[in-house]
């Protein structure tokens, strides 16, 4: 499964994919295997994006259009 969102959020934020890599203690190479759908993002790197993001896991993959989190 391919998350779009995240590519677009780091992007939106003027991030390197090393930069999020760091946030999640991962290399580069590992974190564009997550963007690119090759590999699956484990529960807990999803929670860890959500927080860094200030959005919900839902939105991250898809199931839901809101964004920022009230």
């Known amino acids: 499964m391919k998350f779009k969102r995240i590519k677009d959020l780091r992007e939106d934020n003027d991030k390197l994919q090393k930069d999020i890599a760091q946030v999640l ?3 580069q190479q590992y974190y564009s295997e997550y963007e690119n759908g090759n590999r699956p ?3 807990t790197h999803l929670i860890t994006l959500a927080k860094y993001y ?3 896991i839902d ?4 199931l839901s259009d809101k964004k920022k989190i009230v």
């Open 59 to 62: 939105y991250l993959v898809g």
């Open 25 to 27: 203690g991962i290399s």
């Open 54 to 56: 200030h959005t919900s």
């Open 41 to 43: 993002i484990p529960v």
